[in-house]
């Protein structure tokens, strides 16, 4: 008699682009400092008026939260200003890799070109599988679960406001397992 509501979702990775698609040059690295490997997703959080799309951009060895931006398109400007607040927010980004997915805003000229101006690495999934981007995901998951950036949001303004909080808290209040039950942001100021 009960039946399951249709959960509806959006799609935020096209990889069918004329775009250079780069090979996954951390399939076998250990990660063994802070800005070590970033990894960037985005993920989309629901408003009453449609889509909003959360970019992030993770350090893995700290599993910080380095750059975000929340836009209300899937345009590049998004990322692009995700990426641009973590390079303004790290101290060095010498033997950096920068790791995603092989989505058009990550493969197109203006990111890429940034990244080469840092002199980042560029590393991307090569099966299109999310188990290759598996900590940007896991990271996309926390989020929404246990800081319900999974609800629906009245506006902009207050999906902006949530995802602000909902980061703040992931890096500096939220113990991992993984690191020793120490804050994201523990970890990284510690060692970097």
């Known amino acids: 008699m009960l039946t399951l509501r249709k959960k509806y979702t959006s799609r935020t990775t096209n990889s069918l682009h004329r775009f250079y698609k780069y090979k996954n ?24 008026k449609g889509f909003c799309y959360l970019a992030l951009i993770t350090d893995m060895y700290s599993r910080k939260i380095v750059g975000y931006d929340l836009s209300d398109s899937l345009e590049l400007s998004g ?3 995700a990426l641009n607040k973590a390079l303004y927010k790290t101290k060095t980004t010498k033997e950096l890799i920068h790791h995603s997915d092989r989505g058009i805003q990550y493969c197109s000229n203006v990111y890429t070109q940034i990244l080469k101006r840092n002199h980042i690495d560029i590393s991307m999934t090569e099966e ?10 896991r990271v996309n998951g926390i989020l929404k679960d ?10 902009t303004a207050h999906a902006k406001r949530a995802t602000k909080n909902a980061i703040n808290l992931y ?7 993984s690191l020793d039950f120490k804050t994201p942001n523990m970890v990284y100021l510690k060692t970097a």
């Open 79 to 81: 990322c692009v200003r």
């Open 146 to 155: 246990e800081f319900y950036l999974d609800q629906t949001f009245n506006s």
């Open 25 to 48: 040059i951390i399939k076998d690295l250990e990660v063994t400092r802070p800005n070590q490997v970033w990894a960037s997703d985005i993920t989309y959080i629901r408003t009453v």
């Open 171 to 177: 890096n500096e209040v939220r113990l991992h397992l």
């Open 128 to 137: 299109n599988h999310c188990y290759e981007n598996a900590m940007a995901e």
